[in-house]
């Protein structure tokens, strides 16, 4: 047993941070509540709906700014998302933002038919997602998410991995006509791309090229992959840094272009290695003819070891380190 | 849809809609036959005396909503909603076929219905949305559901229930169809929640016990709000299978389909009730 990580990056990954010219930004979770504050103000048709959650969200200043724009439902998960339905039905863009890990276990069922298979344009927010609660333990994680949403029908789920992305998912979720899903987790993050880039939900952005290694990652994951990129480049690798931001639709092209051009394909995701990211890679793979060395990277089937996020991320090899580890051991 | 219809006329009208219900219940070779008889009398005074919606204005964002909540019984809001002309009665044909929308629980594929539910305890929640979103914006339209006694089990119609009495959502009309009865019995046996009435205004909420096969009286607790500021409840006492002497207060109908001879019994029943009602109009 060892303290809490004090830091998600170790000083080698750092430095190799300052050496990509990466500056760190600020958590997603802050740019989603701004961005829809931002766009509330203009809107108002656009509301919150929190589950005691405000505060977590960081939806605070939003309801101050906007109190009728904002409906409070209490602890109450199943509720949050029928009303989000409800005013979606009824012409307002609703946004039902709960933690990821009981919005989208406790009220599945409400997912599923009231938003889903009605066809309603709403958004839920899974806030503070994967394993950003850490140490609170299981009951707080939310590593099933990316695996059952996948299997309903009529939901675009999205994953920024950074604040440009945020912004931009929340842009997009804003005009959706259909249902849609976003999740965040709460640390700082890394800011990945230039302001010019262009976000389409559905098409992966690839951060860096290479043919050697292709690491497909989402969410707060894919920071660790460039960085990785950039030190296997120190031992002459060249690898493909993709951002697969939205995990449905899955933008199989970029997938199947880079199974084809690399020598190996790494997916990495903050969710249990069974139905999220790397099982839809892989089911893109071995469908479009492409066999390729490859591993999942993500938590196992286990019971996760208790943590903050950064000795999760570390234990389970969702570090620099870890991803230079497991692209040594693929290109063997 | 409003209709200058008396007592008797409903009466009637209901008389031929539990004829059109058990011939597509029989069509189908399947659906929810006692529930379905059990809240006909509700959705023929709903949508010919109460909600402000018709096949025009099915669209306008001022129209009343109404949500099944209790959607397995949806045949009997099929037989309704055909009749007041939403779709043509020959969908009816349809129903529960082979690429037909007319599926077991209703969708947003047919005209006339708001929203897809069929699992239970989702109504009230969608419901409070839609009557939240009527407060915001000031709209004068009212919101309803029907939800079965058995349903009331789901915890998530309580969450709903704090909720509704929270922001006091007097646009809001939740009426429960308490025929006692589930599919695997009494309710009292299954999970007992008596008493229904202070359970409901426990939670803030003003409640009204009525007849639900009591045209004057369901017209009477359906037409305004029961108090300003509150959310209604209207616990509509009714009788599973309401109308075919054999199945009513029979737990194996809540999806029994009859057979042909057992059709033929019921229709018969149903023609000598309309027959009587006749004789009285005269």
Known sequence: MSAPATSMFTPAAKAMAEKLDLKMGRANL????????????????????????????????????????????????????????????????????????????????????????????????????????????????????????????????????????????????????????????????????????????????????????????????????????????????????????????????????????????????????????????????????????????????????????????????????????????LLK | MKSSLTDQELQLKAVALRRAMLRLIVNAGAGHTGGGLSCLDILNVLYNRVLNVSPQTFTSPTRDRYVQSKGHCVEALYAVLADCGFFPAADLDTVCHYQSHYVGHPTRHIPGIEMNTGALGHGLPICIGMALAGKMDSANYRVFTLLGDGELAEGSNWEAGLAAAHYKLDNLTAIIDHNTLQISGHTRDVMS??????????????????????????????SQPAEIGKPTCIIANTTKGKGVSFMENVAKWHHGVPSEAELKQALAELDAAEAKLKTSEK
């Open chain 1, 30 to 329: 802050e740019e989603f509540a701004s961005t829809l504050e931002e766009l509330a103000k203009a809107n108002p048709n656009i509301i919150a709906v929190t589950s005691d959650s405000r505060g977590s969200g960081k939806l605070a200043p939003f309801g101050k700014a906007l109190p009728k724009q904002i409906v409070e439902v209490g602890i109450a998960e199943q509720n949050l998302v029928g009303i989000t339905a409800g005013l979606a039905a009824c012409g307002k863009k609703s946004f039902g933002v709960s933690p990821g890990c009981f919005l989208t276990a406790r009220s599945l069922e409400q997912i599923k038919n009231d938003i889903c298979y009605s066809d309603v344009p709403a958004v839920l927010v899974g806030i503070s997602s994967g394993v950003s609660y850490g140490a609170l333990g299981t009951t707080h994680h939310s590593l099933h998410d990316l695996a059952v949403l996948r299997a309903i029908n009529n939901l675009t789920i999205l994953v920024p991995a950074d604040n440009f992305e945020s912004h931009q998912a929340i842009l997009f979720a804003a005009k959706a006509t259909k249902p849609a899903f976003v999740r965040f987790g709460k640390a700082a993050m890394f800011n990945l791309h230039k302001p010019e880039t262009k976000f389409e939900a559905g098409t992966a952005i690839t951060l860096r090229a290479g043919n050697d290694v292709a690491f497909i990652a989402t969410g707060e994951t894919v920071v660790h992959a460039l960085l990785a990129a950039g030190q296997l480049a120190e031992r002459g690798l060249n690898c493909r840094v993709i951002s697969m931001h939205t995990i449905k639709p899955l933008d199989t092209e970029a997938i199947l272009k880079a199974g084809r051009e690399c020598r190996a394909v790494i997916t990495v995701e903050e969710h249990l290695v069974h139905g999220g990211l790397g099982e839809a890679v892989a089911s893109t793979l071995l469908q479009g003819g492409v066999g390729k060395p490859f591993r999942i990277v993500g938590i196992p089937d286990e019971e996760t070891v208790p943590g903050a996020q950064a000795d999760i991320f570390r234990h389970y090899g969702i570090s620099m380190e870890g991803l230079c580890e497991t692209a040594a051991k």
């Open chain 2, 193 to 222: 929640n008596d008493p229904l009435d202070e359970k409901w205004r426990a939670f803030g909420w003003a409640v009204k016990v009525v007849s639900g096969h009591d045209y004057a009286a369901l017209t009477e607790a359906l």
